[in-house]
């Protein structure tokens, strides 16, 4: 078994330094062996320009990640973390995974850009790759990363099982009121049987656009789902928390249902009109 917790965090917009704090309130008080933070959890999110956005921009080998990897080398915790790249002049909405001895052992950028996000960042140039991750138990699982409005599309997570994921993380400021959030990302661990790690943010931001006020609500809810769309544990209430499951990937890495099914050499491409 493994212990995975999600947390549920407010970070301080365009603070790093008070959001590094919490970062390492977190890792030290956690009982995980992976902890994943949400999306963008060391600058806040509601950045309308690039030109706002770059000022609080970290690179792969910067400060920031450096100090993300001496975290988890100390607490011998593996940590997935949404953060603000910037690489050659391009600002990436990104993630990382850092395995227990504090080394990098995944890279995603956001492929899906939501709203400002499309005026504010790159798309995604990495596609969906799927790493193996150690954790202090010297157990390692195959991991896939999705970001926030991923979580739309099917064909997201389908690529991550499709590249053998085990579970996929998904970091997130998610502000939809559709109320569909959690039934579909039910949906999405129990159509690829995989274990669906969310961990959303909390709080608000406002902004002026226009010369209006805008603000965003973001909603929290984060969970862990089983392969068979059971929530293992859920995160209800609108605080500052880490929610915790233990999970066993042995049946999710086993795509078959009975002797003559199996949902991945089952899928049928020829007859697909995408």
């Not at 227990?100 to 995944?106: A, D, I, R």
């Not at 790493?131 to 138990?137: A, G, K, N, S, Y």
């Not at 970091?171 to 569909?180: F, K, L, Q």
């Not at 809810?221 to 500052?240: K, P, T």
Request: one cysteine or more.
């Amino acid at each position: 078994m493994i212990r995975i917790g999600c947390v549920q965090m407010n970070p301080v917009f365009k603070n790093i330094d008070a959001n590094l704090e919490k970062f390492v309130q977190f890792v030290s008080e956690a009982d995980a062996d992976l902890l994943i933070f949400p999306e963008l959890a060391f600058t806040g999110y509601f950045f309308t320009s690039p030109e706002e956005a770059k000022k609080y921009a970290e690179t792969l080998d910067g400060n920031l990640v450096k100090k993300i990897k001496s975290i988890a080398k100390e607490k011998k915790i593996a940590i997935v973390s949404g953060f603000l790249e910037l690489e050659n002049g391009m600002l990436f909405n990104s993630a990382i995974a850092i395995n227990s001895n504090g080394e990098l052992t995944g890279h995603y950028r956001k492929v899906h850009l939501f709203y400002y996000e499309k005026v504010v960042f790159s798309p995604g140039d990495l596609g969906f790759p799927v790493f193996e991750i150690e954790v202090r138990t010297g157990k390692k699982l195959k991991l896939g990363i999705m970001i926030c409005y991923d979580w739309r599309f099917p064909e997201a997570a389908r690529s991550l099982a499709l590249n053998g994921a085990e579970v996929i993380a998904v970091p997130s400021n998610i502000v939809t009121t559709t109320g569909m959030l959690i039934e579909t990302l039910k949906v999405r661990a129990f159509e690829n049987k995989i274990i669906l790690a969310f961990s959303d943010r909390i709080g608000k931001e406002n902004t002026l656009i226009d010369s209006k006020n805008e603000e965003l609500i973001f909603r929290g809810q984060s969970c862990i789902i089983n392969y068979n769309a059971e929530i293992l544990s859920q995160e209800l209430n609108d605080v500052e928390s880490i929610t915790y499951a233990n999970i066993d990937t042995y049946k999710t890495s086993e795509k078959t249902i009975n002797k003559f099914n199996n949902i991945i050499s089952d899928r049928q491409n020829k007859s697909y009109f995408i």
